[in-house]
């Protein structure tokens, strides 16, 4: 199966992408352009500041975990409920990025980066963020509370990936 890289923005008219420093604190990769391979792809089918939690199984995931956690879900994406009329609103373009000069920078965030400009070869514009995540295939979870999910995730045996945790509310209590 052929190698399909993705980069997800709120800018919908992108002709091509030049290398940049991390968005993160990690400055290790230096400038680069950052693309996500398919399997990761709904994790970022939402508004770029939103927080989310998104889990699935993985091979160390235990029984127990995926039935406490992900229930007879295989892919959770859960997001606090003060976002759900940013993601009603959100539209976002999908770019298909070609891979030759992408390589691997984290295997588990499923995150590829190229030290080269890229010009994508292919957009989607999305309307729906909720319908394209739930054709994905994606169980999505509104919380009130984002905190607890996101404990019980992270001490978990489950494949996971928390974004932008620090925009979601504090936590009660």
Request: proline share 7%.
């Amino acid at each position: 199966m052929a190698l399909r890289l993705f980069h997800v923005s709120e800018e919908l008219d992108i002709a091509r992408f030049e290398p940049r420093p991390s968005p993160s604190t990690n400055t290790t990769l230096g400038v680069c352009v950052w693309s996500i391979c398919e399997a990761h792809l709904p994790n970022y089918l939402l508004p770029r500041d939103c927080p989310r939690v998104c889990f699935r199984r993985g091979p160390r995931t235990t029984d127990e975990d995926a039935g406490r956690i992900l229930g007879g879900a295989d892919h959770v994406v859960a997001f606090p409920a003060t976002w759900l009329e940013a993601v009603r609103r959100v539209q976002l373009a999908v770019y298909e990025m070609p891979s030759q000069t992408f390589f691997e920078a984290n295997a588990e965030a499923g995150y590829w980066i190229s030290r080269n400009a890229v010009e994508p070869v292919r957009r989607t514009l999305i309307d729906d963020a909720l319908g394209a995540l739930v054709g994905a295939g994606v169980e999505v979870r509104v919380l009130q509370d984002i905190w607890p999910l996101r404990d019980a995730v992270v001490g978990s045996s489950l494949r996971f990936s928390i974004i932008r945790c620090r925009n979601a509310e504090p936590r009660l209590g």
